[in-house]
């Protein structure tokens, strides 16, 4: 008699029971993975962008603002990065696009008619922060607030979900 190579029926369905155990162990971790990752990556990007409006304002000589984009006024919509040419015109020095949904960027100090304004010098005109978090905190662990210091310079926390 010759032995039969591979799997029984028996044994297959117990591997895939197994596998689906692991699977509902795993997968609830991986949205929360991805979600803190998520928050993260938007965090860098919009430290990135105040890091720009500096660097812009130093190497241009005139005053940069950082302001949500105009259509909605809403921080989460996107937001720009402009100078006042010598025309009185505002001029767009780089757009950043909406964040993904679920994320909420706020200020309560920064607006389209009092955007975040970094003088020639380097330095802001005013202090505020900004709160980047989700409506589902607790995927993501943390909260994210960014405090935009007299010097132009941001300082990143994490806090804990409301």
């Avoid at 039969?4 to 197994?18: D, N, P, Q, R, Y």
């Avoid at 950043?96 to 304004?117: D, H, M, Y």
Wanted: glycine share 8%; charged share 25%.
């Amino acid at each position: 008699m010759r032995k039969k190579a591979g799997f029984s029926l028996i044994e297959l369905m117990i591997t895939l029971v197994i596998l689906g155990i692991i699977a509902s162990a795993v997968v609830p971790q991986l949205g929360s993975l991805f979600t803190r990752k998520n928050i993260e990556s938007i965090g860098k990007t919009l430290e990135q962008s105040f890091r720009l409006a500096r660097t812009e304002a130093v190497n241009r000589g005139v005053p940069v603002m950082v302001k949500p984009s105009e259509a909605s006024g809403n921080w989460a919509d996107g937001w720009e990065i402009v100078f006042t040419n010598s025309d009185g015109d505002e001029e767009l020095i780089r757009h950043f696009s909406a964040i993904s949904s679920g994320a909420k960027l706020t200020s309560s100090e920064f607006s389209v008619g009092t955007p975040l304004t970094i003088d020639p010098n380097g330095k802001a005109r005013s202090v505020g922060s900004f709160s980047l978090d989700y409506d589902d905190c607790q995927k993501s662990n943390h909260d994210l607030k960014f405090d935009i210091l007299i010097s132009g310079l941001v300082k990143r926390s994490k806090t804990s979900c409301n």
